[in-house]
């Protein structure tokens, strides 16, 4: 950390400010605090909404489309690297936001229609506009902000005979009206009734039902892939159920084959896993957020009326619930795979441990017949070496004989042959000796 101090100021005793280095890091994760702030909306303002879903490489032509739009309106564009933006076109606002896996874009007009949910705040943007914008629509709302009390005829009319769905909000300074249904437009609809609550706290509502609206159908994203993936999911439960049962037969199993049944049960796994990992841990995120949002809006009963806590807890939790199982399940057939192969490996570890053994006592049975084999063999290698010391010793005598010295051929031949045993024999061990000493 780097401060500057006034030097000038310290001499001449005067209260010195320190001059702190602002680094990169630092002045980046400051501004991420501010990069979202809260729109002011006033009431009778119509709302527009919708959230696209983008994929990396649609994230420059998204950028391009929006530069499109705001050159249309003669408007600054963002910055390239802007994950929000705010600006004022002519007869409406814009405000959009860049998130990780989606984009949104909501548009704000003052004023509203007679006929509710007859106009809304995106007619200035041309359709052409929309047929081009990239990425898949994952929510679409529009929103009434008024300081009109609905009749349940109008509620009946303005959603469409659906049920409505009704909360006090913001501890009981506005009320909330919606049925999280796609309406003929192919919009939701939100109907928001308040004269208390300023412009911030407005634009704070209807920002945390926006959130709610397209939270959970990010959440929802995981619900079809759950239900795909349970039947390929029972079908390896089953398998695995089948080769535990081989694997009782201890006669009759094959256990190379089922190791190799395992492992291919194992790597299927460890695929669905390493496949939806990522989608179904952003469901849980996105369900946090969404619960988070709803407990932010502080409701309150509104008679005749189901919270929109309620209906969201009863319909959104099943779903997230079920992608959860579906992890569980995924998570225990993983363990029971590795412990029915630990079990099969811990059996082939055994047969091989009981061939080695039976090798080992062949290998020392083989070794002691040929430590029987090797002493005959030295038994009849010292007879050898007597009966040819004796041919040499012959032809000696033959060669004493011819000097005249008298001695009895026979004689010295039958002492010699217990005296050349014993002496070949003792040889014969300290040349073993020698010689087991050196491999030693």
């Not at 053994?357 to 083989?366: E, M, S």
């Not at 290698?381 to 032809?395: E, N, T």
Request: hydrophobic share 40%; with cysteine.
């Amino acid at each position: 950390m780097t401060i500057q101090l006034n030097k000038e100021a310290v001499k001449g005793g005067i209260k010195n400010t320190p001059c702190l280095w602002v680094s990169e890091t630092r002045q980046s994760l400051s501004q991420e605090l501010h990069n979202r702030p809260s729109v002011q909306i006033a009431i009778c303002t119509t709302i527009s909404h919708i959230a696209v879903r983008i994929s990396p490489d649609q994230r420059e032509k998204e950028f391009q489309q929006l530069c499109t739009l705001c050159a249309r309106y003669n408007a600054p564009p963002p910055e390239p690297d802007a994950c929000c933006y705010y600006q004022h076109f002519t007869g409406f606002q814009i405000r959009w936001e860049r998130h990780l896996e989606f984009s949104s874009y909501t548009f704000i007009r003052s004023g509203i229609s007679d006929t509710l949910f007859d106009s809304f705040a995106i007619e200035f943007v041309p359709q052409q506009w929309f047929d081009e914008l990239a990425g898949e629509l994952v929510s679409a709302v529009n929103v009434v902000l008024t300081a009109v009390s609905p009749s349940e005829e109008l509620l009946c009319q303005a959603f469409e005979n659906y049920q409505v769905l009704g909360s006090k909000v913001s501890s009981g300074r506005a009320n909330v009206f919606t049925s999280f249904r796609i309406h003929s437009d192919g919009f939701s609809r939100l109907y928001i009734q308040s004269s208390a609550l300023n412009a911030y706290q407005a634009g704070r509502l209807v920002q945390r039902l926006l959130e709610i609206e397209t939270y959970q159908m990010m959440a929802l994203l995981s619900l079809p892939i759950a239900k795909a993936l349970s039947a390929d999911v029972a079908k390896i439960e089953q398998r695995l159920v089948v080769i535990s049962q081989s694997m009782a037969l201890i006669n009759d199993a094959d256990d190379g084959k089922t190791l190799i049944a395992l492992s291919h049960l194992a790597s299927q796994t460890e695929q669905i896993l390493a496949d939806i990992s990522y989608r179904f841990s952003a469901t849980n995120a996105y369900y946090d957020l969404v619960c988070s949002r709803i407990t932010q809006l502080k409701e309150q009963d509104i008679s005749n009326k189901e919270r929109l806590s309620e209906f969201v807890t009863r319909r959104l939790s099943p779903g997230v619930k079920t992608c959860q199982a579906l992890t569980r399940r995924l998570d225990a057939l993983t363990c029971r795979i590795e412990r029915a192969s630990g079990l099969l490996r811990t059996r082939v570890d055994l047969s091989i441990e009981q061939q080695n053994q039976k090798l080992l006592a062949a290998i020392n049975q083989r070794g002691e017949v040929q430590l029987r084999l090797q002493q005959i063999v030295e038994g009849v290698s010292i007879v050898a070496i007597v009966y040819y010391s004796m041919s040499l010793l012959d032809y000696v005598l033959n060669a004493l004989a011819s000097v005249d010295l008298a001695l009895d051929k026979t004689l010295v031949k039958g002492a010699a042959v217990p005296v050349l045993l014993v002496f070949t024999w003792l040889v014969m061990r300290f040349l073993l000796r020698v010689i087991k000493n050196q491999t030693n």
